[in-house]
């Protein structure tokens, strides 16, 4: 990955972070799983790196523009930097393997991967929720078509009638008012496993769905962040010094996992969304300080739209909530055919930057569901084979 450029920290700030911030009497203390000689030396250089790695990811994203927070470019680098995490986090636990099983690192290591479960629940809701951008697209670019004709100096009042129905269709949907679009997202039985052929195979093929297959109408996105949110507790200096820093990397990458849960939740519309989780980024940890930006940054990006029922904080979103605003106040407003010349060019100039909406949800949308995809399948394959190490130390 890129260097963070202009900034350097010493290896020592790293180490030190790692192993925990105590007294001399902690660090004095024998460690169960003691290294020593080069092989020490290597072992904390890779922690060190692992927490670097963490730093120089999120201190790169919440360096964002305002422009560019939470766009869907931005998601896809959040979800990027996640991946790149974990990779590293996969690495330790197996260079470590015969640790795993050993009190208290196994209990940290076990409530990780209870963790995940609920992660893929989350990320399957995020997944619904690309789907319900999709279809608003879908509406946007009836809207955009009506007035899409060979002479653009020429609108009669059928385009206006087509428009002004797409428009309130949308409105409908994104009320949560239209039975059709609550059916279609209050299934969760779609995953981010092997693809089904055919209609006849949806239902047989079980091992294609993830373990996270069903949620009810009563799961919530915001209980669900809360209570992995509850159980990311900083391990105690006598809990790091045992494991040697180990429970500190276990712990940062639980809070890497919830933040970045709880900044798609924020984005992207899902089932009982909510933004106030009660939860606090640890200064303790060199991290701790792009987190606790980006989560200021986050929060205050919600309190500047003034929207307490907002369906996401994604910036195509916003954008075209503004656009079908000035668009339906613009549709409502003409009364009269044909237009005058004013009219016309206010409509084109509406109508163009809705277009603009639309090609961003139509290049964007699909790489995101990309990368999400994958980092489900990474969550799945890093719980699956972290669970196999515990198995083979513990038999």
Known sequence: MPSTSGYTMPFGTFRRSIMGIGNDHNHNQIHSMDVSGDSGSDYHCQLGSFEHQVFRQFRTLSA???????????????????????????????????????????????????????????????????????????HLEIVSNAFDSKSRNVMVEGQFRRARKALTDLAIIMLGDSKE???????????????????????????????SWSVPNSWSASKQLQLIANGLIPPKPHEVSSTNGLANVV?????????????????????????????????????GTPLNLLHIRIMDESKKRERKNSVGLLKEIYQMEKSVNLV??????????????????????????????????????????????????KIMSCRTEGLELLGRTQS
């Open 64 to 138: 964002a523009s305002a422009d560019d927070l939470l766009s869907l470019d931005w998601i896809i680098k959040l979800l990027d930097a996640f991946a790149a995490c974990q990779e590293d986090f996969k690495l330790i636990l197996s260079k470590n393997e015969s640790n795993l099983s050993k009190p208290p690192l196994d209990r940290f290591v076990a409530d990780y991967f209870d963790r995940s479960i609920r992660a893929l629940d989350i990320c399957n809701a995020v997944r619904d929720g690309i789907e319900k951008i999709r279809l608003w697209h879908r």
């Open 181 to 211: 679009s609550a059916s279609l997202f209050s299934q969760r039985n779609r995953s981010f496993g092997r693809p089904n052929k055919g209609k006849d195979n949806q239902q047989k093929q079980g091992h294609s769905r993830s373990l």
């Open 251 to 287: 712990y940062t990458m639980g809070f890497v996992l919830m933040f970045v849960l709880w900044a798609l939740v924020a984005a992207i519309p899902c089932q009982d969304r909510n933004l106030q989780i009660h939860f606090s980024v640890p200064r303790q940890f060199s991290w």
């Open 328 to 377: 339906t106040d613009l549709v409502d407003s003409v009364n009269h055919f044909p237009l005058t010349e004013e009219q016309k060019v206010e409509v084109q100039a509406h109508v163009q930057e809705m277009f603009h909406v639309c090609n961003l949800f139509k290049n964007g949308l699909d790489p995101f569901e990309r990368q999400l995809r994958d980092v489900f399948r």
